[in-house]
């Protein structure tokens, strides 16, 4: 259900922003970003700072990692928007050296977390200590436990946006613009913007 005021509903700054986009990239702005901008005070201010926060702060996990941590989620919650950005985050970010379909590309810690992330997205219900104690007996610490966690929070917040409002690509050249771009401003838009 893709609603148009997420298209055409925005204030007179973000409009010509997302002008100025299309015109210099040859891309629409990606449908994250044009929700942000639509009610920045509601959703984008504060959706960006925590995002840029956990994805590129400071953590256990390179930023590699919760990009991995990222597509891991996207692809429990089946959404192919954000498993194509992220998984080609994930190669920008950690310079081809992880692939987001083979498990032996990450450290031992990652993989370890990763059951706990399933159970919290498909069977939050069940957790329980012995989940945790776990992902700890593997060797994480409890700081990049929460930090999983929170990659984990995101993204099932993200992913149900993204398939609620039928948020799409235009093309694989439009997946690799926006990865460069969130590489480039760590997942915090212009606070001009965001105001």
């Known amino acids: 259900m893709r609603l148009a005021i997420l298209d ?9 922003f997302m002008r100025v986009v299309r015109r210099l990239s040859g891309q629409r702005l990606d449908p994250v970003a044009q929700t942000a901008l639509y009610r920045p005070q509601f959703f984008g201010r504060p959706m960006f700072a925590f995002g840029g926060d956990i ?7 390179t930023a590699a990692e919760r990009e991995y941590l990222a597509v891991f989620s996207s692809r429990l919650n089946d959404c192919p928007f954000c498993v194509r950005i992220h998984t080609e985050l994930t190669r920008i970010e950690g310079a081809g050296l992880l692939d987001v379909d083979d ?17 919290v997205t498909r069977n939050p219900e069940g957790i329980g200590r012995a989940d945790v104690d776990e992902v700890r007996a593997a060797g ?3 700081e990049a436990i929460a930090d999983a966690l929170y990659v984990n929070l995101i993204f099932n917040l993200m992913n149900r946006l993204a398939n609620a409002f039928d948020f799409a690509w235009d093309s694989d050249e439009h997946v690799r613009l ?3 771009v969130i590489h480039r ?3 915090r838009l212009p606070s001009l913007l965001t105001r």
């Open 8 to 16: 055409d509903g925005h204030r007179l700054r973000s409009r010509l």
């Open 55 to 61: 994805l590129r702060g400071p953590s256990y996990w």
């Open 103 to 119: 498990t032996g590309s990450v450290r031992p810690q990652v993989a370890a977390v990763l059951p706990l992330l399933e159970k």
């Open 140 to 142: 994480v610490p409890d």
């Open 178 to 180: 926006g990865a460069r």
């Open 185 to 187: 401003i760590s997942y």
